[in-house]
Every structure is written in C-alpha cells, then in structure tokens.
C-alpha cells in the first residue's frame, strides 16, 4: 500500500491503475458493440473525466466526434445547483451521445446534464461513468456503463481532484483517516 498526502490529508491507494484501465478498456468495447453502425459524439464532463476520456477514446473504433462540457455544483453552500460554465453544443440534435463522467455521487451533475442533453433532442444517449457510489446514487436514471462500484468516501486521482490537487495521480486513491 502506498500513501499520498495531498493538501493536509492523506490518502492510500485503493484502485490500482492497471485495474482502471482494465475496466475502461470493458467499456469501450461495450461501446465499440453496442453503438456499431452509428457515428456518435462523445461528451465528456470537464474536468475530472479527462484522463478516463483520453484512454477510453483510444479504445474506441468508431467513426467518431469528442466534445467538451463543463460543469460546476455548489454542494454544502447551495445544495442541487449545477452550472455550466462551458456549455453544451446546439449540434447534438439527432445525434447518438455518449456522456462520459469521472465519478457519479448524489447524481445531481449527472441529472442536470441527462435533462439538458433530452431537451437538445439528442437521438440517444448512453452515459459511462468510470465510478459509482451506489449506496449515495438514488436517481432514476439508470448509469449505462460503470467501470466499478465504490463505498461512499472520497477519492483522488485519474483526473479527481482533491482541491484542485491530484489530478494528475496514476493509481485511484482513498481518503483515511490516520
Ligand atoms: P454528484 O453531482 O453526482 O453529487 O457529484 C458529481 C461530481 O462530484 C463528480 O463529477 C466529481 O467532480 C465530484 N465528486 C463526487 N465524488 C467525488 C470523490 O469521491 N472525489 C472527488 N475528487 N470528486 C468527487
Ligand atoms: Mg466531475
């Protein structure tokens, strides 16, 4: 086990990088499956999923477009809102979208983001999430692909920041206490 201190709080590994890639590659060929034939947009949610996008993206055979979308939620100080701050394209009517997310909690980016993406009139919409955390996710919407299910702590690395830190760590690391 190795540890991490980033800010003031320590972290220890808990999902190895070979895993994670292991789990990203499952997806794609999923995808790569079950949306043959069609040339769909991948929109991926700035900015923790930027690394799950670009190795996910790798492994995706299909005619493709990737594009940008950037969120921000105010959890604690104004609970449910989430804002754009890059927007969605006006493009992606009819087009077959494919969400890509970093992690999924209360759901509430996700829900915003599935509402959006309807109005748009998109022509389907799949959305892979590289984590879950099914004991706090208590929305309808159903999470197409997941790359693992996790408990309900915190973690940082493979694009999730812990303030702004950690991004840019290879392995999946867990808040701990000690
Ligand atoms: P939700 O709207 O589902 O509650 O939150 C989703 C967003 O919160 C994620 O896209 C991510 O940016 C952030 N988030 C949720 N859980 C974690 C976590 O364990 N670690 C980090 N670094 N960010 C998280
Ligand atoms: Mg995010």
Known sequence: MKTVKVHDKTFKTFILHEEVVAQV??????LNED?????????CILNGSFMFAADLLKHIELPCEVSFVKM???HGTNSGDVKELIGFNESLKN??????EDIVDTGKTLQTIVEKLTELGVASLKVAALLLKPGVYKKEYKVDYVGLE???????GYGLDYDGLGRNLRDIYVYTEE
């Open 25 to 30: 590659r499952r997806i794609a060929e999923q």
């Open 72 to 74: 921000a939620s105010y």
């Open 150 to 156: 996790i408990p309900n702590d915190f973690i940082v």
């Open 95 to 100: 087009r077959h979208v494919v969400v890509i």
């Open 35 to 43: 949306l043959k034939d069609t040339k769909p947009v991948f929109v």
